[in-house]
């Protein structure tokens, strides 16, 4: 069982920014780490994922060149540095965890991921 605590979620102005963290109980180089978000009244979503025993991430289109991903193994923690933010950003985030042997399997898909955090609350206000 992987236990996975997010922080730093909040509420900012359109164009501000803000870094949300996701602390694993088990973080190896199997891990699969991803980030969604999920609005109200509409289904989860991916945001990125990230493959520890990789350097790859992979962005949903929404976001790129605006949001990164980056991460300390020593502290088994992945952020999510969140720039330019918008008012359609808002929603509540998740840090998910998978295990996984193979980075081609490090997805997107909500259904991918079986261990989830509690989320973050992120409000953009126009």
């Known amino acids: 069982q992987v236990q996975l605590v997010e922080s730093g979620g909040g509420s900012v102005q359109a164009g501000g920014s803000l870094t949300l963290s996701c602390v694993a109980s088990i973080y190896t180089s199997r891990s699969c780490m991803g980030w969604f978000r999920q609005a109200p009244g509409k289904e989860r979503e991916g945001v990125v994922r990230?493959?520890?025993?990789?350097?790859?991430?992979v962005y949903a289109d929404s976001v790129k060149g605006r949001f990164a991903v980056s991460r300390d193994n020593a502290k088994n923690t992945v952020y999510l540095q969140m720039n330019n933010l918008k008012p359609e950003d808002t929603g509540m985030y998740y840090c998910?965890?998978?295990?996984?042997?193979?980075?081609?399997?490090?997805?997107?898909?909500?259904?991918?991921?079986?261990?989830w955090g509690q989320g973050t609350q992120v409000t953009v206000s126009s």
């Open positions: 990230s493959w520890i025993g990789g350097d790859s991430s």
């Open positions: 998910a965890s998978r295990l996984t042997d193979f980075g081609a399997a490090c997805g997107l898909g909500v259904d991918e991921y079986n261990f």
